[in-house]
């Protein structure tokens, strides 16, 4: 035989996707509830609680209504691009989930698990390159629709997706120089027997954080729908389920960079004040994927939080705060770290 | 200029130093202020489970008042007519019968008797009116409706439940009709 499949290792695998993508699914879905629930108690509301007990049921309600929305292609737009917009907003948005590590390995039927899908040697330059053709979905879609604001939208999209996407990039180098490591996984191992890495790059994630916010296109950053100026951005033209892909697309965004920096700059599922060694594999595995659901969740409610307390950014102070402070903050950051990692190499000791 | 009142503040033109500058200061500032509104109180009722306290003079719909056997007070005089002001009450009278003493107090009755609940201003003023005790506000308001003719309370709309026949709903809609009366 020469191309002996493992078999055991695609189903392993195969459950293994089926899991992420219903998992990230599910949860944005419910993110779009608890984002309407925090908005709604941050300004002394109630929020939804008609569908089912305190209204859990919410999200359905609201799918079920995107779907059954009459579906507008309007006939001005160029109709295989305008399908294609939302669809690759939500692939990409999807795509991220491959090479996060959710969680350690766990033993079943005499096999090692790994609660990751692809441990890609470059993983966290696979996200990167994935998170930024989110934006064709965005820019796609804003061009398909021939309408102005689309369009202007689309625009803003794009050029605030490339300004943060290069702070981004190097507060990111920084954090790869403490690390060493590009893989996903190995960060979070070594952040599991060592201190966690945002105690070595504090400016870094200060950086990271505000980019990834500009990255989701979330409050402060959401230019690209400001609903006042351009009354709804991109998806102006969108109905029915297309709208619901983009602003799902949206969520699903929210969810993976939250688990990029939880695992980037948190420890990923690590636990911390414990060693994970001691005790029974398959039950730290799981209390691992929970800890990392709860550092997801910090995170989520501080995308929401931070979206209902501060307001949207002029343009021009986008630009701004992007070329101008970000990058120069950023490069100085990662001077500093080079600096300081080359020190240590040499034999100093801090 | 005199400022009008004496809570003008002048505007703060001094130069921003490095720290109000980044602004993260100021951004952790206003999200304190958002979270700790987590903690106040929510002043939404859940309005059909609960709806807020009236108060005991409150005046709602009217309600046609009964005696205690069950025998319709109203004896059709026309004074609350008289007394509304919106001239929203009309009515008409009709002699009572022998053999129907149980339905009607007294050998006047209203055959007819509607309010326009969209002329009504609820003032109250056809029960101070009456001199039987015949009709009062209660402490329901008129409910939404789709059409107008829907606002013009018949009488079956108006009359209180037979306090024998149907005790406990004669109960409910008396509410606290009792209590108001000790009020006053």
């Given amino acids: ?350 | 200029m005199n400022a009008l009142t004496n809570r003008a503040k002048p505007v703060d033109r001094r130069k921003m130093n490095f720290l109000e500058r980044i602004y993260l200061v100021a951004i952790f500032k206003g999200m304190m202020i958002t979270f700790s509104h987590i903690f106040k109180k929510k002043p939404t009722i859940n309005y059909p489970e609960k709806t807020r306290p009236f108060s005991p003079v409150f005046r709602g719909l009217h309600i046609l008042n009964r005696d205690e056997e069950g025998r319709e007070n109203c004896t059709a005089c026309g004074l609350c007519a008289v007394a509304c002001p919106a001239e929203a009450i009309t009515m008409e009278a009709a002699e009572r019968q022998p053999g129907e003493e149980d339905l009607y107090r007294e050998e006047k009755y209203a055959a007819r008797y509607e309010i326009n609940m969209l002329r009504c201003i609820f003032c109250g003023l056809c029960e101070e009116a009456c001199p039987k005790d015949a009709i009062y506000l209660s402490e329901t308001f008129a409910p939404s409706d789709y059409q107008r003719k829907q606002f013009i309370y018949k009488k079956e709309d108006l009359l209180i439940p037979h306090p024998l026949k149907q005790p406990e709903e004669y109960k409910k809609a008396l509410g606290n009709k009792v209590k108001r009366e000790k009020a006053n």
Wanted: net charge neutral; charged share 15%; proline share 3%.
């Fill in chain 1, 1 to 350: 035989m020469l191309l002996a499949i493992d078999m055991a290792l695609v189903i392993e695998k195969l459950v293994l996707i089926v899991i992420v993508v219903m998992a990230s699914l599910v949860i944005a879905m419910y993110t779009t509830f608890a984002e309407r629930k925090v908005a709604a108690v941050l300004q002394d509301r109630r929020g939804p609680n008609r569908a089912g007990p305190f209204g859990i049921l919410q999200p359905l309600a609201d799918g079920l209504k995107l779907f059954f929305k009459e579906e507008i292609i309007p006939n001005f737009s160029s109709k295989a691009l305008f399908i294609l917009g939302p669809s690759l907003a939500m692939l990409t948005a999807i795509m991220t989930g491959a090479v996060i590590p959710w969680g350690d390995k766990v033993h079943f039927f005499n096999r090692d698990i790994s609660l990751q899908i692809a441990d890609v040697n470059m993983g966290i330059l696979y996200v990167f390159a994935v998170v930024s053709m989110g934006v064709y979905g965005i820019m796609i879609g804003g061009w398909a629709s021939n309408n102005k604001y689309s369009l202007m939208g689309a625009l803003r999209a794009a050029s605030q997706i490339i300004s943060y996407e290069l702070a981004m990039g190097i507060s990111l180098i920084a954090l790869l120089m403490v690390t060493g490591t590009l893989s996903l996984k190995e960060m979070v191992v070594a952040q599991q027997q060592g201190l966690w890495n945002i105690a070595y790059q504090p400016l870094g994630f200060l950086i990271f954080l505000i980019c990834a916010f500009a990255e989701c296109n979330r409050t402060p950053f959401d230019l690209a729908e400001a609903e006042n100026e351009l009354v709804g951005g991109y998806h102006v033209e969108y109905s029915s389920m297309k709208l619901g892909f983009y602003l799902f697309a949206e969520y699903v965004n929210m969810f993976i960079s939250s688990v990029v920096m939880a695992t980037l700059f948190f420890g990923g599922f690590d636990i911390p004040f414990l060693n994970e060694a001691n005790y029974d594999q398959n039950w730290m595995a799981l209390f691992g994927v929970l800890m990392l659901m709860a550092k997801v969740v910090g995170f989520i409610f501080l995308f929401m939080w931070v979206r209902w307390t501060i307001p949207r950014f002029r343009y021009d102070q986008l630009m701004n705060l992007g070329w101008k402070v970000l990058i120069p903050l950023a490069l100085f950051n990662m001077l500093l770290t080079g600096a300081l990692v080359l020190l240590k190499h040499n034999g100093w000791h801090f």
